[in-house]
Structure formats: C-alpha cells, structure tokens
C-alpha cells in the first residue's frame, strides 16, 4: 500500500489505515471548499489523445438496435460493449433499460426499434433530461456479475419509477470463463460502463452526471468504491487495457465519477479489516485458532493491538469535533477512550431504533428483519436487488471462509422466538446474564459494554486471518490473484507480526515459520500491468481516497450521496469497517449527506430499520436528487 506516511508502531508495526462511521442512524452534510475541488480536478485531469477520440467512435450506441418489452413499456438494449478490448463475452457487456414514455421510437427491423426521446414526457417528476442512472452491483464475494443477454425484469421496479436502470456485467470471482476477475478488474469494468454511458448521453435518456451504484457485501464494496474512486488516474493502466472510452469523439475527456452509491454490509478496508475483526470480535474468543496456548491466539492479540494503534494514528472525530482513540484498559486489549465509547453508544442507538421501529408481538429473525413497525421485505434474500437473469453468484453466499473449528456460526440468541413485550425481549437477550438496562417507561436501553454485545450478538466466526487466511484459503486471497498463484496473501501487518514476533509463536502451538515466508513473498508478486499487491489494495480500499491519511486523499472524485446500511449482528465483518467508511465519508469536503444505519438483530443481509431494501433505495435515490 502506498500511504501518505509510514508511521512506526509498538512493536515495530506499520500503520495501516481505515476511516470511521455515524452513531446508529444519522446524516450529515458536509462542506466543500474551493481548495479541495482545485486539488481534485488538477490531480484528475486527463490528457486525451487522437488514439482515445478513434477508440471512442467504434463504442457508441447502435440507435437502430433497440428493443420493447410491451409488458412492462421499456425500451431496452443489450450487448452494449464498453471497450474495444475486453476478453468476456460473458460479463463486458451492459443492459440499457428506459422507460418508454421518454421515448419515441419508430420500428427499423424485425422487433428492432430506432428510438429518439421525448423530453417533455414525465415519469415520477423526471424526464428523459432528468432521470437518474441506477447500477446494481450484483457480487457478494466480490464475484463475477453476468451481462444480461435479454430482458431483465429486475429493472421493472426502477424503470416505474422513473429510473433508467443500467445492468453492467463485470468480472470478478467465482467466473465460468477464464478472465482475470482479481484486483481491480471488476470495478475497472464498471468504471468503462459509466464511461462508455457518458460517451452516448446523446444516445440514451437519463442524466448521466446522476448515477448511482448500490450493492451488498462484496457489491456494497463495490459500489463504495465506485463512489471513492471517481477518476482516479491510478486506474488508468487498467481501462486502457480493456479499450475503455477514455475520450468523447469530439475530444473531451470522459469521467466515470457517480453521484451517489449505496452499500449494504460491505466487505472493505481490506488493509486493516483482519485486524479489525481482531479487536472487534477476536479478542473476545477462546476457542478454534483463538484457544489460548495457540499462537494464532497469540497473533490474534497482536492484530488486536495494531489495529488500536492504527485508530490512534486517524484523528477520526465524532460530530462534535471529539477526536475519537483509543486508550490501553485493564481488561481487554485497549478497549477503553472515546472510539469505544463512540462504538458502544452506536451499538445502543441501533438497540433504541430497533425498539422504536418495533411492534410487539415480535418474532425474532436475523435474517427477516422486525416484525411490526420495522417489518422489513428482502426481495432477494442476502443478494442485492437486480440480479441477472444467468447470474453466477448464489444468494445470500458470504464473500469468505467457514466458521472456525470450534465456533458457532454468529446467530441472534432470540433468533426464532415471538415476544409479547420489549421487556420480555431484553429479558430474553439478559438470559445468560445481564448486559443491557431497559427503561420500559421511556423505551431505551443500555448496555454495558461493546464486549458484552460481541459476546452475546456477534461472535467471531472466522479463524484468525479472516480475509487473509494463513494458508490462502479466504475468497479475499483470490481477489489478488497474479500469474501462476490463484490466491495471494495481502496484509501486511500479518506479514510484519509474523516476522517481528517469530521467536514469540515459535514457542506455542501449531505455529509454521514457513507462514512468514509465504506472507514476505506473496506481497512482492506484481500482476501483468506491474502493480504490486499494495497498490493493487489501494485500488479497491475505498479509505485510500476518503482521508488525509493516505497517498490517493483528494486525488479522485467522491460521489456526493451516500447510504450505509448494515446489519449489525452479522459475523461476517467488524462493526468498525462500516462504521470507519460513514465517519471519513462525513469528514470528506466532497461528500453532501451520508445517510447511516445499523440494524438491531440483523445479520448480513440488506439490512434496513423499515420497509423493502428497493423502495428505501428509490427513496433515498429520489430524497437526494429532488
């Protein structure tokens, strides 16, 4: 990774880094100064070329090629290409989806249409002008998203809205071909495809400088990414590899900046998320790799510890200006200072929203959410709404790893039950003893201590090495794949403890020297444009460009509209991930609103406090841009 700085740490650590989130539901607007916008569009600039301008005019849409679906009063195209020199069939291609009322269309072919569009024609208040862009980023395990081949009804609900809906297949794991999916082809992708829109603005209806992504675990990364990202000039390299648009064909420079970009649970900061998982829900376990006498307990503690140094290192502050650290404690590894107080109080927030929302009789599910006031509708169970027709991804598959030996899969421990009161429910949750205060008069609650509610609600369900698994057996090992080796080691601060603290493990079980070896080798592989697995991480670490921390701050466009939504029972990933992505989204000057909530009893999953993940998206789209 390339940082801004290297910083030293106890025990001779390097610093990584990750940026923080908002307190249960909260949303902030920020400001934008002048000096931030002069540095951006300096440091993302383009220089176009006369090869670019050639490029562009063999992607521009074919508007004598478009199709209608009666059904459903949408005129649609497939097959769009998005580079001149991409290698899937399978995936580099993208749907086009409009609504037919901003359209005029006269037949040109057997069940082909040419199209031109009526701006004065309205669906929802927009117009063919007007309406948005929505791109579902459809790759939980940061998996392969198929091009749709025909009609694809997931657009129906956006379409009636007024939305034009864009289904962009991109690379990633878990593919059918042989097509590089690691680190960053699949974003690289996507990026072509908001190109390649913005090179036809002419050619479709929607205002292509209103695009929005939205996805979920890996796809919420994604999709965080594609709004940190926006005309980042480290992923140039890629896009001209694959002959993406980089020009218009009267010589301007394209963007493939968004607007804004919903993410659900998603799986990122991949720099420091194993250490994170540590000291969030690690250091709270004693059985599997995590059984003390182990060394990978032992390493466990040493994560734990850097990622508190880590922390410290940020200047990450709370909405009053508090600078958020955290300080050594008694018990526990520095689980004391105003970062885990800022945690504990969003843990109780997202409690109190949960009593708030609810309606009693309530039956308990992680899965579901709330019955009642905060019933919630998940239209495709753990997978993001607008799945292909021929996806590759399973729903609701997890982006790494089996449970640890020795450890229960993460579930509510009221998952299944209907209570007939709120009081009856913390009782419930108070069972194995009591952690959480309950005032039935004003309907809040307490707890004691982020501990008590990792140890009750989110238990580790990973063995140490999370994401990087010792022996690359992690789906985020696959992610930075290179020639000859289909998964690589990544995190640097394994690598480091490892070597650091060799003499240390030695001396306790089960510990290998050749894990130190493999860590030391693997992060000098480079991939076929040259990048180095550092740089390939900053590329998909959304954090790279949010904070002053890192190298890539203020050197690409941020979309301006965020939501966050997790689930914030879920195993699958620390608390701190989503929560560090909310907090430097709200103290980026580009960013307007952050919108940011965590979900009481809900796993991974679309988690959201009321209604149908969808609906809520199409609000928020609509409460953003009206």
Not at 121 to 135: E, F, L, R, S
Not at 582 to 594: G, R
Request: hydrophobic share 30%; proline share 3%.
């Amino acid at each position: 990774m390339q940082f801004r700085k290297i910083v030293p740490l106890m025990s001779g650590l390097l610093v990584m880094s990750v940026g923080l989130a908002a307190c249960g539901h909260s949303e902030t607007k920020t400001k934008h100064p002048t000096s931030t916008v002069a540095k951006v569009a300096k440091a993302t600039k383009q220089t176009v070329t006369k090869a670019d301008v050639k490029n562009a005019k063999k992607l521009l849409i074919n508007q004598k090629q478009w199709h209608y679906n009666a059904t459903n009063k949408v005129y649609y195209q497939v097959g769009v290409k998005y580079g001149t020199k991409t290698t899937s069939s399978t995936y580099e291609s993208m749907g086009i989806f409009i609504p037919a009322k901003y359209v005029n269309a006269k037949a040109s072919g057997q069940k082909t249409y040419t199209i031109t569009f009526n701006n004065k024609a309205k669906v929802k208040g927009y117009t063919a002008k007007t309406a948005p862009i929505v791109m579902p980023v459809n790759t939980p395990g940061y998996a392969a998203q198929t091009a749709p081949t025909g009609y694809d009804s997931s657009a129906n609900k956006y379409t009636k809205a007024g939305f034009i809906y864009v289904a962009a297949g991109c690379r990633g794991l878990s593919q059918s071909d042989k097509s590089n999916g690691s680190s960053p082809w699949g974003v690289t992708d996507l990026k072509a495809a908001v190109r390649t829109l913005r090179l036809n603005r002419s050619r479709i209806a929607g205002n292509t400088n209103r695009v929005f992504t939205f996805g979920h675990s890996g796809g919420g990364a994604q999709s965080a990414l594609m709004g940190t990202t926006g005309d980042s000039k480290k992923y140039t390299t890629y896009l001209k590899a694959i002959g993406a648009p980089l020009a218009t064909t009267t010589g301007k420079s394209t963007s493939d900046a968004v607007a804004g970009a919903m993410a659900w649970c998603p799986i990122t900061s991949l720099d420091t998320v194993n250490e994170a998982y540590e000291w969030n829900m690690g250091q709270y376990s004693n059985s599997g790799t995590r059984k003390q006498g182990t060394w990978t307990k032992a390493l466990s503690n040493d994560m734990a510890t850097s990622y508190a140094q880590y922390i410290n290192k940020l200047g990450l502050k709370d909405a009053n200006g508090k600078t958020l650290t955290l300080k050594k404690s008694t018990s526990g590894i520095y689980t004391s200072g105003t970062y885990a107080t800022y945690l504990k109080k969003e843990v109780e927030q997202s409690l109190n929203n949960f009593l708030k929302d609810t309606t009693f009789p309530y039956k308990a599910t992680s899965n579901e959410g709330p019955s009642g006031a905060a019933s919630q509708t998940l239209t495709s169970g753990k997978m993001p709404s607008g799945s292909k027709p021929s996806g590759t991804a399973k729903s609701g598959s997890k982006p790494s790893g089996s449970a640890p030996s020795g450890t229960a899969t993460n579930s509510s421990s009221t998952s299944g039950e209907t209570y007939k009161t709120a009081t009856a429910y913390i009782k419930a949750l108070n069972k194995n003893g009591k952690w959480i205060t309950y005032n039935a008069k004003k309907n809040t609650a307490t707890i004691t201590s982020v501990k008590a509610f990792v140890k009750h609600c989110k238990t580790a369900s990973k063995d140490v090495g999370a994401f990087d698994g010792l022996t690359r057996q992690q789906t985020e090992n696959k992610l930075f794949a290179t020639n000859g080796s289909s998964a690589n080691h990544f995190d640097a601060t394994i690598s480091k403890l490892l070597t650091t603290n060799q003499s240390k493990y030695a001396k306790l079980k089960n510990y290998k020297a050749s894990y130190a070896k493999a860590y030391r080798s693997d992060l000098k592989k480079t991939d076929a444009q040259g990048s180095s697995i550092q740089k390939r991480m900053n590329l998909y670490n959304p954090l790279y460009y949010l904070t002053s921390y890192y190298d890539g701050y203020n050197t690409s466009k941020v979309a301006k509209y965020w939501r966050i939504r997790t689930g914030i029972n879920q195993s699958d990933t620390a608390l701190t991930v989503e929560t560090n992505l909310a907090l430097t989204l709200k103290q980026n000057s580009q960013v307007k609103s952050v919108d940011f909530a965590t979900v009481w009893g809900q796993g991974h999953t679309e988690a959201e406090r009321k209604g149908n993940n969808e609906t809520n998206f199409i609000k928020w789209v609509n409460k953003s841009l009206k």
